[in-house]
């Protein structure tokens, strides 16, 4: 069955360092997402991606974050100057085409970040 | 962000039985919602999914219940199977963008 995978699975960073992160949606998807999890907390909403443009984005997503699908299987999702609060579990999630498509959305095994 | 909320914690149920998770929400403006399965150290596991413009759909032994008038809905697991120990997330959506807002999940742990 066709996932969604992620790269690294952990990520240790000194605070202030770029880091990027990796994803390789499921293939005929077209839609992306990144989402977040601090630990104790609720899955936060970052970003979303289609038609290569950021559809929606939340508070969080400041100028310190960017996203691009630089060929047709990656999506990656790049932290400029890493921040300690920026630890946590990031999720990258894709939906297929089709009329329903907000209403399916696969998510990836996840990132573990540590800024230190 | 309160808008969705899992106010269980943790459900415990016997192998066999229903298990019935809830959630609410405060945003009249959701228009789908979505069920996650959860185990530690993986990424979410989509479960099913209902319109609002629904009450009920169904997938195998999942069922999930949408009450628009009490802003409110379960998800139903019969019959429960120890495997289905897991934390369960109800997430919420509108408009075209996906993006979903989460509840805090509630932990069910089915005895065998």
């Known amino acids: 069955e066709p996932e969604v995978t992620q790269t690294p699975s952990h990520q240790v960073t000194q605070m202030g360092q770029e880091v990027i992160l990796r994803c390789v949606p499921i293939?005929?998807?077209?839609?992306f997402y990144w989402y977040r999890q601090i630990l104790g907390q609720k899955v936060e909403f970052l970003v979303s991606?289609?038609?290569?443009?950021?559809?929606?984005k939340s508070e969080i997503f400041d100028d310190q974050f960017s996203v691009e699908r630089p060929d047709g299987s990656n999506f990656t999702l790049k932290i400029r100057s890493t921040k300690l609060e920026d630890s946590a579990m990031y999720f990258c999630?894709?939906?297929?085409?089709?009329?329903?498509?907000?209403?399916?959305?696969?998510f990836g095994p996840g990132t573990r970040l540590l800024v230190l | 962000d309160q808008q969705v909320k899992q106010n269980s914690p943790s459900l415990s149920v016997q192998e066999g039985r229903i298990s019935i998770l809830n959630c609410d929400y405060t945003?009249?403006?959701?228009?789908?919602f979505l069920w996650y399965k959860k185990y530690p150290a993986e990424g979410p596991t989509f479960l099913i999914s209902?319109?609002?413009?629904?009450d009920k759909n169904e997938d195998g032994r999942f069922t999930v219940f949408l009450n628009k008038s009490a802003k409110h809905l379960s998800l139903h697991i019969v019959p429960s199977q120890p495997g289905d120990s897991a934390v369960y997330f109800c997430?919420?959506?509108?408009?075209?963008?996906?993006?979903?807002?989460f509840g805090q999940g509630t932990t069910l742990q089915v005895k065998p």
């Open positions: 997430a919420a959506g509108s408009g075209n963008t996906g993006k979903l807002i």
């Open positions: 293939s005929n998807h077209l839609y």
């Open positions: 945003n009249s403006m959701f228009d789908y």
């Open positions: 999630a894709s939906s297929p085409p089709g009329l329903a498509v907000q209403e399916t959305q696969y």
């Open positions: 209902i319109s609002s413009i629904k």
């Open positions: 991606f289609y038609n290569n443009e950021i559809s929606e």
